[in-house]
C-alpha cells in the first residue's frame, strides 16, 4: 500500500539541490504503487514542525524538470538543528506525529552533517514510538566535508566556479601588474575542511600556468612562510592570486576574521579574511591588490554548474527513492569513483551511523609540503568533478530559473511552538 | 604604401577588451595593403614609450581567433596617464620619435575617457611635429561612461554578470530567509556613474520578481530612506537584496568607503562599502545579512560575456582599421541604436574631441524617484546589452583561453626613462 513521502532541504543550499529535489520527486512519480505524493517541508525541517507541508503534486512535470537547472531550495531551506534524542524529544514526537497524520513512511533528508544525524535519529524514534519510517539521507554541502561519499553533490560546481573565477581574476591581473594590481585574493567558503580552497588550485593547470598561493584552514597560518611565497611568486611572475579559505586560522585555533557572531548552529559567522589578508600584503610587501569575496555568488551559481555534479546530484536523489522503497533504511546513498581515467562513479550507500556529525579534511597528502598548494594526487580527485556544463536555459539574457508554486497540504493538526 | 599599426590597451581590462584586440587585428590582416603589421604595446602605452613591441604577425590566425573570448588584456595594459601636451611633451615627442622608428602610420587606443584624450593629443602633436598619425580610439570600458556612443563595449557583460549573480544569490537568500540570512548586500564596480549599480536591478523582471535596493553613486546615502527601503521589502518579502555601487557617497560627497590610497590617475582606491553597508542594516535593522565583492570577478567573467557585448567589442575593433585606412583621423567608432524592439544597432563615430575627459552619468529619469530602483526607460536601455551567451570553450571543465608568445619587435632606439 502507498504512503507519502516527505522530503526536506536543510542548511546551506547549492547551485544543484533542487536536481536532488528533482530526482527524488521524478523518481518517487515512477512509483505511484509505493510513493502516493511527495510533500515538501516548508523551509526545511521547521515545515514538518509545524505541519507546513508543500503538495508538490500540484507542480507540473515541466516545473519539476526545472529543478534540474534552478539553484537555491526551491521549497526553502533551514538552520535548525535538533539535538540529541532525550534533549529534542518533543520536536522528534512532534514530526512522528505529524507524519502519521499524513500517512508519511519515508523521509528524505537533503543535507550535511548535522541533517545525517537528525535523520538517523529520527528512524530511531519511529522505530521506538512504533511508527516505523524508511529514513534516507541525500547527502549536500559544497563544503564536501561528508565522509564515505567520494564528493558531496553541490561541491563540484562551487569548485568549478572558484577554480574558474580564479582563472579569470589571474588573466585580469596579469595584464594590469606592471602598473597598477599585483595581488589578487579571493576568499572562499569552507569553515574547517579545504575542499573548495584546494579547488581555487584548479585555476592553474599546465597549459595555463598561474602563480598562486592558497591558505588552507587545515594548515595554520604562519605570516612569515605565507608573505615570503606570495613575495617569492610575485616577483618570478609580476604577480600572485591568493586563495583563503574562511575558515583560515592561526597556530592557537584563532580564526583571523572572526565576526563574533554565531549562526543556529553554533558556527562562528565568518567573512573578512580575504580583505585582511589582502591588506597584510599591502603593508608587509608594498604591493598594490585587489580582493574579491563570492560568497553566495560561489554556492548559487548554477550558471557554470558543473555538469557531473548536476548529474550526481541528480542521481543521489533518485536513488534515495529506489533503496527507500527497497525497504533500505537509515542509510544516505553516496557517490563511488570506479575508476579515475577514464572517471567512472557509480551510486553505493553508507548507513547513517558512519555518516552523521562525522567531518571529513582534506588529507595532508592533497596539500603540498610548504602548505600553500595542490598536490598531483589532490588535481587526479578535482579535476572530474569539475568535468562537463550543463547551462541552464537563458531568456532576454538571463537565466530562467523556476519559482514554485508551493501550494500547502490541509493542516491536521494542532499549533506547534518552535 | 603600408605602414605599420600600433594597438594598445589601457586601463582596466574588460572580459570583451580582447575581442576588440582581435576586430583590429583580423581587419589590419584583410588590408596588407594598407597595415603592413600590427604591433602591440606591452603593458600599453608604457610599450610605445619605452619601445617594447609586441609583434603580432608571429601570433597564428588561430591564437588571435581566440583573443575574441579571453578575458583581460592579451597584450598588457596599464594605468599611465599623459597630460597635457605641455606638461608631457617628453613623452608624446617619445612616442612619436618611436612611431616614426618602426613605421608606424595608425594609432589605435582601446581605452576609457582618458585614453581618447590621449589618442586626441597624439594627433595633434603628430601633426606638430610633422609626423601625420591616424589616431582612433576604440571604445572600452566597463563603466559605461563614455559619451556619444549608446553604451560601452565591456559594460554588457558586467551588466549580465551582476544582474545575474544577484538573481542567484537572491534565490539562494529567499531560501535561507525563514531561520538565517535576510539580507544580501553585493558591492559593485563604478565609481562615478551607476551603470552597473543600474544592471543589478536587471535581477528583477516580471517573470521573476526579486526585492531589491540599488544605491547608486548619483543618489546621495540617505541612511533613514535606505533602512526604511530595506526594512519594506524586508517584511514584505522575506527578504531583500542590496546593490551597491563602490563609489556610493554621501550629501557632502564624501565616499563610504574611503580606503584612503589612491591609484595612478589620482583616483580615490575604493573597496568595502558593501561590509559596510551589510553592518549598518545589522546594526539598525537587526537583520542577519551576507555580503559579497565581485571585485574583478564580475570584469572578467569572460565565461559569462553578452554576446551583444562581444560582437560589439568585436565590431568596434574592427571598424576601428575599417575608418583609420579610409583616412577618417582623431575619430572613435561608436554603437548606434537604430530601433529599440527589435533591438538593432550599427557603428557610427564621434570625433575624440567631444569624447575625451566626458563622462556620461545615468539620466536621472533612469532611477525611481524613490533613488533606489530603476524605471522602465533603464530597463528598455540595459535589456538588449545583455543578450546572448557566447560561452567560451571548456577543456577539462575549464574556460581555454588564449595566452600569446607575445614576441617583442627588436629595438631601434636609446633606452627612455618613464
Redesign the interface.
Known sequence: MAKNAFYA?SG??T?VINASACGVIEAARRHKDKIANVYAGR??I?GALTEDLIDTSQESDAAIHALRY?????F?????KLKGLEKSAREYERLIEVFRAHDIGYFFYNGGNDSMDTALKLSQIGSQMGYPLVCVGVPKTVDNDLPITDNCPGFGSVA?YV???T???A???????????KV?V?EVMGRHAGWITSAVG??D?E??PIPLVLLFPEIAYDEAAFLAAVDAKTKAHGYCCIGVSEGLSDASGRLLAEAGSK??FGHAQL??VG?LVAHIVKEKLGYKY????????Q??????A?GTDVEQAYAVGEAAVELAIKGHNSIMPTVVRVSQNPYKWEIGEAPLSQVANVEKFMPRDFITEDGFGITQACRDYL?PL????E?PP????????V?LKNAPVAKKLAEFKL
Chains 1, 2 share one sequence.
Not at 588573466?171 to 594590481?181: E, H, I, N, P, Q
Not at 554556492?299 to 557554470?304: E, F, K, N, P, S
Open positions: 532541504q546551506g543550499v547551485s523551509n526545511g521547521i534552478t539553484p537555491s531550495g526551491a526553502g531551506s533551514c538552520r535548525f568549478k577554480a574558474m573565477s582563472r579569470e581574476a588573466f585580469d591581473v596579469a595584464s594590469m601588474a606592471k602598473t597598477s594590481t589578487f579571493l584548479m585555476a593547470d597549459e595555463t549562526d543556529a567573512g573578512g580583505p585587489h580582493w574579491a569575496v563570492a560568497d553566495y555568488l554556492r548559487a551559481a548554477r550558471h557554470i558543473s579535476v569539475i568535468q562537463g556544463e547551462y537563458f531568456h532576454n539574457g538571463m537565466p530562467r530559473y519559482t
